[in-house]
């Protein structure tokens, strides 16, 4: 029985597996981690190229038959939990590669999860075509504060796009791979993240409206400060949120944190 939660839609189409595992450029000393291995459609194909998997698994039934499955614990180990509540530092240590056919419907919370761990080198996942896109977004109606949390801690890329019928059951919508390489070192401060994070939820509070007024009122500036903030970083006055690239959101934060 599938359970839908769960977000079980399986990859049936073993030249994506290959595409995905591909991308991930492992090689005979990789760590890997894999989330959900479901029937294992990437993880065999994982276990071919890497020195060590590990796997973690939130359907019972799924994680014991994976579990009899392993002929050589000393290769793959596999884990029956939830993934939001996995303590990762039970894998030791890393560096790690990522792999995952993200269950849809906790897809967000487990790349948050991911990318406030710093042990990962790289990462490839299959999300919903519609999130795919605004995680790698940079400018646009798909640009938002998802992108720009992504990119604050790693750099993504859209690699290729799944149709549903590569799926048993198909999905309702078309999937995306994208691979992630988290910074080596943080872009910004403490504190200047938390200055960024406000003016991120200020700008894009209210999309069609000018972002300079909406930062200026959260952060208790007047437009007038605010506007030499924005001349200063040659920002155009009248930009909306989703005109503002990443690069200039880190400069105002670094400039702001100031205050
Ligand atoms: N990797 C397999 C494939 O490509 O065919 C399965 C992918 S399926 C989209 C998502 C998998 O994640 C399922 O096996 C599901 O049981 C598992 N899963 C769902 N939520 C999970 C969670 N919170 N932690 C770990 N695994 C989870």
New binding site residues.
């Given amino acids: 029985m599938r359970?839908p939660k769960?977000?079980?839609?399986?990859?049936?189409d073993s030249s994506v597996?290959f595409r995905i595992v591909d991308a991930a450029k492992i090689d005979s000393s990789s760590q890997v981690l894999?989330?959900?291995?479901?029937?294992?459609?990437?993880?065999f194909e994982i276990l071919k190229r890497a020195k060590k998997t590990w796997a973690?698994?939130?359907?019972n039934r799924?994680a014991a038959r994976f579990k009899e499955s392993v002929l050589d614990s000393s290769r793959l180990e596999v884990f029956n939990?939830?993934?939001?509540n996995?303590d990762l530092g039970t894998l030791g240590q890393g560096p790690f590669i990522v792999l995952?056919?993200?269950?849809?419907?906790?897809g967000i919370p487990?790349l948050q999860k991911l990318l406030d761990w710093p042990v990962w080198t790289r990462g490839v996942f299959?999300l919903q075509k519609e999130v795919a896109e605004r995680l790698v977004a940079t400018q646009g109606t798909d640009y938002g504060i998802l992108s720009l949390s992504v990119f604050l801690r790693a750099e993504a890329e859209l690699l290729f796009e799944v149709s549903p019928s590569s799926?048993s059951p198909a999905p309702k919508v078309s999937s995306a791979v994208v691979r992630l390489i988290p910074r080596k070192s943080s872009l910004l401060q403490k504190s200047e993240e938390d200055i960024f994070y406000r003016l991120i939820k200020a700008a894009f509070s209210q999309r069609r409206k000018m972002a300079l007024g909406l930062i200026a009122k959260n952060l208790g500036l007047s437009r007038l400060e605010m506007e030499r903030y924005f001349a200063n970083l040659n920002i155009h006055p009248q930009s909306r949120a989703e005109d503002i690239l990443p690069e200039s959101y880190l400069k105002l934060a670094r400039a702001l944190s100031d205050l």
Wanted: aromatic share 12%.
């Fill in positions: 359970r769960l977000g079980q839609h399986f990859l049936r597996s894999e989330i959900g291995p479901g029937k294992g459609a990437l993880t973690v698994e939130k359907d799924l939990e939830d993934f939001l996995f995952s056919n993200l269950p849809y419907a906790v487990i299959m799926f």
